[in-house]
């Protein structure tokens, strides 16, 4: 089958998986099929042990419009079962995901960016969530995720009044990793990816899991939930060889999976 055929396409690189939505003539818009393929490229990346990264992007110039609204009537909201729209913003990845966000990432589309770990835009890009214009709520994870990761009256500014957030604004505050220049926003989000399977996998999804097993909990109470997960790693082969990498000023030699 021809690329330009299928609704997702997945492109292995070293180290990571690059997904890319493929509805361009609607602006990459989320109906089933394409949540159901990108739920199977998620599965691929967290059961492929080639694979520490994955990068999720749109095809020409979109990263996504949201739920497919002519689709909607028929098909309802485009969910996995457990694991929300389009298999991701309900999801727990083990392995981090990086957003390249080009042009329009707005409604459901805005909320798969919020599902993942690093951003990275082009300066040209922006976000929306216009949810309340259509009668509809920003169910999933818009809502819940945009007040902890925007100054409250921005995020509630873009909640209750559709209002859009530019690219270098969404960076300004943080909500942005990594702006680059039209069109290189993939290049960003790999040079992220480099950055981060550079270190132990092991490492890189314990501290994930413990973020997300210690979001809104008291100091004391989130050492009793990070310590069960974080003690096993001091022990861990990895540990060993960080430590004698850094006394012996060389990078470490990783093994595979660790």
Known sequence: MDSRDRVV???PRPGVLLITL???RVRNAIDQALADAVDHALTRLETDPSLAVGILTGAEGHFCSGMDLKAFPAEG???VAGRGLAGLTRARLRKPLIAAVEGAAVAGGFELALACDLIAAADTAFFALPEVARGLIAAEGGAIRLPNRLPYHVAMEMLLTAAPLPAPDAARYGLVN????????????LALADRVQAHSRDAVHVTKEIVRATRGLDDHTA???????STPVFATAAATEGARAFTQKRPPAWHRGT
């Open 77 to 79: 909201v485009p969910v």
């Open 223 to 229: 050492y009793t939930v990070q310590d069960p997960l």
């Open 22 to 24: 493929n509805r361009p």
């Open 9 to 11: 396409v997945t492109e």
């Open 178 to 189: 990594q702006l680059a220049p039209e069109g290189e926003a993939l290049r960003a989000a």
